[in-house]
């Protein structure tokens, strides 16, 4: 067996379910699950049937690099969104089975593991699959710390000139899994320095992307970054996006990557072998998702009404801010964050996710230390009742 699967670190989910086992929650109260981020709003009807009349499609197998429609669908909506002047559906795109494999497998693609000590530099706290994708790509993580002192804005001398001379790749989540920090334009110029200056690849990550607040300012992205500086043809720079969260879809399994056409091209020979390809069904259902924004508006609103309500609760006992964009909260606890999820699931019946199993510890700090993470994925009433039920509990700490 690969022995750098030994290397991987049990999942938070994985963690939590043995934090909870033996733990009874109050049997008076319906159980409230807020630990996974798992949109749980209805996912359109008109995608629904877009799948449904696209069934003959199994009939034939799909290609990796998906059809032309979608990509163009695809194209069309990321010039519209971030106002891009141009983005080719012929080499700078390709559909992915969500964002989660293709994050994975770049990894996989770009690592050269015969350079010296090959370094993969991430988010902290931060998703998981980067770190897997680190270790099985035979690279060693480096972690950039993300805290409250600097609204959770990376710092980029915290490595050395070695690390940054070894770094093939840096995985960035904007906005970001679970501080819901955006990054600014200054953070992404500094980023392109680097990467100019060191020759590594920048993954954005921006599955949250269309989880925002205010519907007049949308969140910053890579790409638009990219224009913004002048920077033609993304270099050394790919995003990677996702159905999931913005059409509730999650099932689908449907998002895509863009950026550089010359690592795409690579990208796309890896994954011919791979042997991922979208089922034809998806990709009509796809389509139809990509083209319409009603529904997303929609989305918005109802996230907007539950971070209202919940906020409005919780900040009655506990230090809780509103995020940039996604549907996290990063709360701080008056105790252990390992402590409070336990107490509060036996005593209350909700359960949150220890901020700790998202951090790494880097530098003498983790980061998610002493915090937990809600993902307000449940309905308006549900999350409403969840905070009611936080509230008091702390209040009582």
């Given at each position: 067996?690969?022995?750098?699967?030994?290397?991987?670190?049990?999942?938070?989910?994985?963690?939590?379910?043995?934090?909870?086992?033996?733990?009874?929650?109050?049997?008076?109260?319906?159980?409230?699950?807020?630990?996974?981020?798992?949109?749980?709003?209805?996912?359109?009807?008109?995608?629904?049937?877009?799948?449904?009349d696209s069934l003959d499609g199994l009939a034939s197998y799909p290609t990796t690099l998906g059809g032309e429609?979608?990509?163009?669908?695809?194209?069309?909506?990321?010039?519209?969104?971030?106002?891009?002047?141009?983005?080719?559906?012929?080499?700078?795109?390709?559909?992915?089975?969500?964002?989660?494999?293709?994050?994975?497998?770049?990894?996989?693609?770009?690592?050269?593991?015969?350079?010296?000590?090959?370094?993969?530099?991430?988010?902290?706290?931060?998703?998981?699959?980067?770190?897997?994708?680190?270790?099985?790509?035979?690279?060693?993580p480096q972690f950039l710390n993300q805290v409250p002192a600097n609204r959770y804005a990376f710092d980029f001398?915290?490595?050395?000139?070695?690390?940054?001379?070894?770094?093939?790749?840096?995985?960035?989540?904007?906005?970001?899994?679970?501080?819901?920090?955006?990054?600014?334009?200054?953070?992404?110029?500094?980023?392109?320095?680097?990467?100019?200056?060191?020759?590594?690849?920048?993954?954005?990550?921006?599955?949250?992307?269309?989880?925002?607040?205010?519907?007049?300012?949308?969140?910053?992205?890579?790409?638009?970054?990219?224009?913004?500086?002048?920077?033609?043809?993304?270099?050394?720079?790919?995003?990677?996006?996702?159905?999931?969260?913005?059409?509730?879809?999650?099932?689908?399994?449907?998002?895509?990557?863009?950026?550089?056409?010359?690592?795409?091209?690579?990208?796309?020979?890896?994954?011919?072998?791979?042997?991922?390809?979208?089922?034809?069904?998806?990709?009509?259902?796809?389509?139809?998702?990509?083209?319409?924004?009603?529904?997303?508006?929609?989305?918005?609103?109802?996230?907007?009404?539950?971070?209202?309500?919940?906020?409005?609760?919780?900040?009655?006992?506990?230090?809780?801010?509103?995020?940039?964009?996604?549907?996290?909260?990063?709360?701080?606890?008056?105790?252990?964050?390992?402590?409070?999820?336990?107490?509060?699931?036996?005593?209350?019946?909700?359960?949150?996710?220890?901020?700790?199993?998202?951090?790494?510890?880097?530098?003498?700090?983790?980061?998610?230390?002493?915090?937990?993470?809600?993902?307000?994925?449940?309905?308006?009433?549900?999350?409403?009742?969840?905070?009611?039920?936080?509230?008091?509990?702390?209040?009582?700490?």
């Amino acid at each position: 067996m690969n022995p750098n699967l030994d290397r991987l670190q049990s999942y938070p989910f994985q963690k939590l379910n043995a934090l909870l086992a033996g733990v009874t929650p109050n049997p008076g109260l319906k159980p409230i699950s807020l630990y996974i981020g798992e949109p749980k709003h209805p996912t359109p009807a008109f995608i629904k049937k877009a799948l449904a009349d696209s069934l003959d499609g199994l009939a034939s197998y799909p290609t990796t690099l998906g059809g032309e429609g979608l990509r163009i669908a695809i194209a069309g909506w990321l010039k519209r969104r971030y106002a891009l002047a141009t983005i080719d559906p012929q080499t700078e795109i390709i559909p992915v089975n969500g964002s989660r494999e293709a994050l994975f497998a770049f990894a996989q693609a770009v690592i050269d593991p015969t350079r010296p000590a090959p370094v993969v530099v991430c988010p902290n706290p931060f998703y998981q699959i980067y770190e897997g994708a680190a270790l099985l790509a035979q690279a060693q993580p480096q972690f950039l710390n993300q805290v409250p002192a600097n609204r959770y804005a990376f710092d980029f001398d915290e490595l050395s000139t070695d690390i940054w001379q070894r770094t093939q790749l840096i995985y960035v989540c904007s906005p970001g899994n679970p501080t819901g920090a955006v990054m600014s334009l200054a953070e992404w110029e500094r980023l392109f320095a680097l990467s100019d200056r060191y020759g590594f690849v920048i993954a954005a990550d921006e599955c949250y992307s269309e989880i925002y607040f205010d519907e007049t300012k949308a969140t910053l992205g890579a790409l638009q970054a990219a224009q913004h500086f002048g920077r033609s043809g993304f270099p050394r720079l790919v995003v990677f996006s996702s159905l999931s969260k913005r059409s509730n879809v999650p099932g689908m399994r449907s998002g895509f990557v863009a950026g550089d056409a010359q690592i795409l091209k690579k990208f796309l020979l890896y994954r011919t072998y791979q042997g991922c390809a979208m089922s034809p069904p998806i990709h009509m259902a796809s389509i139809a998702a990509w083209q319409d924004e009603a529904h997303v508006v929609e989305n918005r609103r109802l996230y907007v009404d539950k971070f209202y309500n919940v906020i409005n609760e919780l900040q009655k006992t506990l230090p809780v801010e509103m995020p940039d964009a996604a549907f996290y909260l990063w709360v701080p606890t008056p105790i252990a964050d390992t402590e409070f999820t336990q107490r509060l699931y036996k005593e209350q019946a909700v359960s949150v996710l220890p901020g700790s199993y998202l951090g790494r510890e880097a530098r003498g700090v983790n980061p998610g230390t002493n915090r937990v993470r809600i993902a307000l994925v449940a309905s308006t009433a549900e999350c409403t009742e969840a905070a009611r039920r936080i509230r008091d509990f702390a209040r009582n700490l």
